[in-house]
């Protein structure tokens, strides 16, 4: 069984003038393949830092990350990333930045030209092919990133706040679209974001981490990212769990704030 | 005086024009949506639209101020002009024995450029004869004599007259006003007087308008562009001095360029090259190329290489500079989802820093053009054996002002296209500039 292990990671940041941040703290996690997780946090408790060392981009203090057996070493195809915004090529078209992983990685184009089609189609962007991205709205730049990163096949796809610089009405959308991606290609996720709402939706799996040290506080595991798929999203939020579910979330979540606040006032 | 006088014109058309102009075209005067409520935005540029009717009319103001503050031939109002033609005063000898007599002294005053003012032959012309005068009687004999516009002349008055200075004959009146050594008259034709010697003088009227060394009028100035090219200056014609100049910032400029680029991008990548190239270049940076000049000259002479040379530094910190904050400006999300889409570090490298450092290395390179082109001139002002710079300097050891203006319009011109030309490309080859 193939799977992502998050084993024991810590993370502690060096300051420049002498002491240090411990970012994260003993992280325990396993996802089997196409699990969908959604993590939620107040600022600062580590969540991009995890995701980071998941990507290879840091390597953690302590601890490992296997995928399908095997160590992360680094950056690879085999975990792709979306970020918040910004990400895209800007000197190239929609299709170059969609082909972008697959010409890097040597395929060549007879090979590469279907799947790039095919995803800009269920993007919905086959007409803005030819067009430079800094010419297409946010939500559509971001359904560029998510087909950019679809194209290459990767096992696991990591996403940091993939959506939090749209709007309410196209963020809705895009949820839609990012649950039926994920139904579609069965896609291991980790997803970052500030939104409860958006973790309960899209989680099928939902990690609330605490701060100072980051580590991981309570896991849930939730029916509404598979009541989602092709259905009304909001007609999923009328569930009776989802509510409650919200409100305990929030009250945890604002209570860290709370706990954090009270600390700087004590230090300060 | 003069000066005054055109900056008060000046002021006058730039609020006498609005005022006309916002009454006759009240329909481009008025602002329109919201850009209306933000007129007084600082550091808004964009609520600023440059209103084009004014920038015709303020290009059309100059001209109509040049020609009226200047000889010119073009029919439009100008300033009261200088005295031309004939005039005449007296003046009174007074001897020892308080005998006195009066006689006239004529006087023609003749274009100051006549040596420079072409018939359409081609031929130059020449300045007119004395006019001929009856002596007159009585111990003073009549004079006469001629001076160039804007000059001024002393009068030796007792050559012909039956008692010379030194005998006794001092002039006593002027016009047959009384007057004493360093004593002026003014005439509708001039300023008459006596030196501190008491030698009678004459300076005609200059009006308000310029003699041609200070501002020749356009028309000779275009005249003397079409001779440029035609006849040439100093052996190489207008063209060749500008492609000289050209050729020299054009050579200077690539060289820098090729240069600077890659060791402001191995800036950009490495901290060995980082720490190695800081301090040359924060170092030559502050120095203006123009200080350059002297060592230049010394080193390399006054031919082509040495103003290469200097070009060539004068671009290069600069080419360094952007090439430098192009690399170090890539976000690092750029960059990681590169690596997360399996790049290899030289593809991040091709595909990702280089254009992403592209509107940065083509801002330096505007800059780093303008400044060539500045420096160029600069240069050539200093030592050359041609180029625009060169040219104007000659001009301006011979007077010839209109060459040196001339000059001067070619410069400003060319800088002007190099501006507009390098936006062009910009626009074209890194669209995504600003935009993102
Ligand atoms: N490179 C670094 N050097 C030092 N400290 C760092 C570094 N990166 C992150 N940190 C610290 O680690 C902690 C976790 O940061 P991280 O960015 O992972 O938080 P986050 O949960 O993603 O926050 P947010 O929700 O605001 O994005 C913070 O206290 C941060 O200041
Ligand atoms: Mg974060």
Same mark, same amino acid.
């Given at each position: 069984?193939?799977?992502?292990?998050?084993?024991?990671?810590?993370?502690?940041?060096?300051?420049? +003038?002498? @002491?240090?941040?411990?970012? *994260?703290?003993? #992280?325990?996690?396993? =996802?089997?393949?196409? &699990?969908?997780?959604? /993590? !939620?946090?107040?600022? +600062?408790? @580590?969540?991009?830092?995890? *995701?980071?060392? #998941?990507?290879?981009? =840091?390597?953690?203090? &302590?601890?490992?990350? /296997? !995928?399908?057996?095997?160590?992360?070493?680094?950056?690879?195809?085999?975990?792709?990333?979306?970020?918040?915004?910004?990400?895209?090529?800007?000197?190239?078209?929609?299709?170059?930045?969609?082909?972008?992983?697959?010409?890097?990685?040597?395929?060549?184009?007879?090979?590469?030209?279907?799947?790039?089609?095919?995803?800009?189609?269920?993007?919905?962007?086959?007409?803005?092919?030819?067009?430079?991205?800094?010419?297409?709205?946010?939500?559509?730049?971001?359904?560029?990133?998510?087909?950019?990163?679809?194209?290459?096949?990767?096992?696991?796809?990591?996403?940091?706040?993939?959506?939090?610089?749209?709007?309410?009405?196209?963020?809705?959308?895009?949820?839609?679209?990012?649950?039926?991606?994920?139904?579609?290609?069965?896609?291991?996720?980790?997803?970052?974001?500030?939104?409860?709402?958006?973790?309960?939706?899209?989680?099928?799996?939902?990690?609330?981490?605490?701060?100072?040290?980051?580590?991981?506080?309570?896991?849930?595991?939730?029916?509404?990212?598979?009541?989602?798929?092709?259905?009304?999203?909001?007609?999923?939020?009328?569930?009776?769990?989802?509510?409650?579910?919200?409100?305990?979330?929030?009250?945890?979540?604002?209570?860290?704030?709370?706990?954090?606040?009270?600390?700087?006032?004590?230090?300060? | 005086?003069?000066?005054?006088?055109?900056?008060?014109?000046?002021?006058?058309?730039?609020?006498?024009?609005?005022?006309?102009?916002?009454?006759?075209?009240?329909?481009?005067?008025?602002?329109?949506?919201?850009?209306?409520?933000?007129?007084?935005?600082?550091?808004?540029?964009?609520?600023?639209?440059?209103?084009?009717?004014?920038?015709?009319?303020?290009?059309?103001?100059?001209?109509?101020?040049?020609?009226?503050?200047?000889?010119?031939?073009?029919?439009?109002?100008?300033?009261?002009?200088?005295?031309?033609?004939?005039?005449?005063?007296?003046?009174?000898?007074?001897?020892?024995?308080?005998?006195?007599?009066?006689?006239?002294?004529?006087?023609?005053?003749?274009?100051?450029?006549?040596?420079?003012?072409?018939?359409?032959?081609?031929?130059?012309?020449?300045?007119?004869?004395?006019?001929?005068?009856?002596?007159?009687?009585?111990?003073?004999?009549?004079?006469?004599?001629?001076?160039?516009?804007?000059?001024?002349?002393?009068?030796?008055?007792?050559?012909?007259?039956?008692?010379?200075?030194?005998?006794?004959?001092?002039?006593?009146?002027?016009?047959?006003?009384?007057?004493?050594?360093?004593?002026?008259?003014?005439?509708?034709?001039?300023?008459?007087?006596?030196?501190?010697?008491?030698?009678?003088?004459?300076?005609?009227?200059?009006?308000?308008?310029?003699?041609?060394?200070?501002?020749?009028?356009?028309?000779?100035?275009?005249?003397?562009?079409?001779?440029?090219?035609?006849?040439?200056?100093?052996?190489?014609?207008?063209?060749?001095?500008?492609?000289?100049?050209?050729?020299?910032?054009?050579?200077?400029?690539?060289?820098?360029?090729?240069?600077?680029?890659?060791?402001?991008?191995?800036?950009?990548?490495?901290?060995?090259?980082?720490?190695?190239?800081?301090?040359?270049?924060?170092?030559?940076?502050?120095?203006?190329?123009?200080?350059?000049?002297?060592?230049?000259?010394?080193?390399?002479?006054?031919?082509?290489?040495?103003?290469?040379?200097?070009?060539?530094?004068?671009?290069?910190?600069?080419?360094?500079?952007?090439?430098?904050?192009?690399?170090?400006?890539?976000?690092?999300?750029?960059?990681?989802?590169?690596?997360?889409?399996?790049?290899?570090?030289?593809?991040?490298?091709?595909?990702?820093?280089?254009?992403?450092?592209?509107?940065?290395?083509?801002?330096?390179?505007?800059?780093?053009?303008?400044?060539?082109?500045?420096?160029?001139?600069?240069?050539?002002?200093?030592?050359?054996?041609?180029?625009?710079?060169?040219?104007?300097?000659?001009?301006?050891?011979?007077?010839?002002?209109?060459?040196?203006?001339?000059?001067?319009?070619?410069?400003?011109?060319?800088?002007?296209?190099?501006?507009?030309?390098?936006?062009?490309?910009?626009?074209?080859?890194?669209?995504?500039?600003?935009?993102?």
């Amino acid at each position: 069984m193939s799977e992502l292990l998050i084993d024991n990671i810590s993370m502690r940041f060096d300051l420049p +003038g002498g @002491g240090h941040v411990q970012a *994260l703290k003993d #992280v325990n996690l396993k =996802l089997k393949t196409g &699990e969908l997780m959604s /993590v !939620l946090g107040p600022s +600062g408790c @580590g969540k991009t830092t995890l *995701l980071n060392i #998941v990507a290879g981009f =840091l390597a953690p203090s &302590e601890g490992d990350i /296997v !995928l399908n057996g095997h160590k992360v070493e680094g950056p690879d195809a085999e975990r792709g990333m979306v970020f918040q915004q910004g990400a895209l090529f800007e000197w190239m078209s929609v299709r170059d930045n969609v082909s972008f992983g697959p010409r890097m990685t040597g395929k060549s184009r007879a090979d590469y030209t279907p799947t790039v089609d095919h995803l800009l189609e269920v993007v919905g962007l086959q007409d803005f092919k030819e067009k430079a991205v800094y010419e297409l709205s946010g939500g559509m730049q971001q359904r560029v990133a998510l087909a950019r990163c679809l194209a290459n096949d990767p096992d696991v796809i990591l996403m940091d706040e993939p959506l939090g610089a749209l709007d309410a009405l196209t963020r809705e959308k895009m949820q839609s679209l990012v649950l039926d991606l994920w139904k579609d290609t069965g896609k291991t996720i980790i997803l970052i974001t500030h939104s409860v709402e958006e973790a309960l939706l899209l989680g099928e799996r939902l990690l609330v981490m605490a701060p100072r040290p980051g580590r991981v506080h309570k896991e849930y595991n939730l029916p509404f990212a598979d009541l989602g798929v092709g259905n009304d999203l909001r007609e999923v939020k009328k569930h009776e769990d989802y509510s409650t579910t919200r409100e305990e979330i929030l009250e945890m979540i604002w209570n860290m704030e709370e706990e954090i606040m009270g600390r700087a006032e004590e230090s300060a | 005086m003069i000066g005054l006088l055109l900056i008060f014109l000046y002021a006058a058309a730039f609020f006498g024009t609005f005022v006309i102009a916002s009454r006759l075209f009240k329909k481009l005067f008025e602002s329109r949506g919201f850009n209306k409520l933000k007129t007084v935005t600082f550091g808004d540029e964009s609520a600023v639209i440059a209103n084009r009717l004014a920038s015709v009319v303020s290009v059309l103001t100059v001209f109509w101020l040049w020609v009226a503050f200047t000889n010119s031939s073009i029919p439009l109002p100008k300033m009261p002009g200088p005295f031309i033609g004939d005039t005449s005063f007296t003046y009174t000898a007074t001897l020892e024995d308080g005998t006195t007599d009066e006689a006239t002294i004529t006087v023609r005053v003749f274009r100051e450029d006549i040596q420079l003012t072409l018939d359409d032959d081609g031929n130059a012309g020449v300045a007119p004869d004395v006019p001929e005068v009856e002596p007159g009687d009585g111990f003073a004999k009549n004079d006469s004599t001629t001076i160039a516009r804007y000059g001024f002349k002393v009068i030796n008055v007792w050559t012909n007259d039956e008692v010379s200075k030194k005998d006794g004959s001092l002039v006593t009146a002027l016009n047959g006003i009384p007057v004493e050594p360093g004593d002026k008259i003014r005439t509708d034709a001039g300023e008459i007087g006596l030196t501190d010697k008491g030698t009678p003088t004459f300076s005609p009227a200059t009006g308000f308008r310029m003699a041609r060394l200070y501002l020749p009028a356009p028309e000779i100035v275009v005249e003397r562009f079409f001779r440029l090219n035609s006849e040439g200056y100093q052996g190489y014609s207008l063209f060749q001095h500008t492609r000289y100049s050209l050729q020299r910032v054009l050579i200077g400029f690539l060289l820098g360029a090729l240069v600077g680029i890659p060791i402001g991008y191995a800036m950009g990548l490495t901290n060995w090259s980082r720490g190695w190239f800081d301090p040359i270049v924060e170092f030559m940076r502050p120095i203006p190329p123009l200080a350059l000049i002297p060592l230049i000259i010394i080193w390399f002479g006054i031919d082509e290489e040495g103003k290469v040379v200097l070009l060539f530094l004068a671009a290069l910190w600069i080419m360094i500079i952007a090439a430098r904050s192009g690399v170090s400006g890539v976000a690092i999300s750029k960059v990681h989802a590169a690596y997360s889409l399996g790049a290899s570090k030289t593809q991040i490298l091709t595909k990702v820093i280089v254009p992403n450092s592209l509107p940065e290395i083509f801002t330096g390179a505007r800059v780093a053009m303008g400044v060539c082109w500045g420096t160029v001139v600069a240069a050539e002002l200093v030592a050359a054996n041609v180029g625009l710079g060169k040219m104007i300097v000659s001009a301006s050891k011979f007077q010839q002002t209109d060459v040196i203006i001339v000059g001067i319009i070619v410069i400003g011109v060319i800088g002007f296209l190099i501006e507009v030309g390098m936006r062009k490309l910009e626009s074209w080859l890194v669209p995504w500039k600003g935009r993102v």
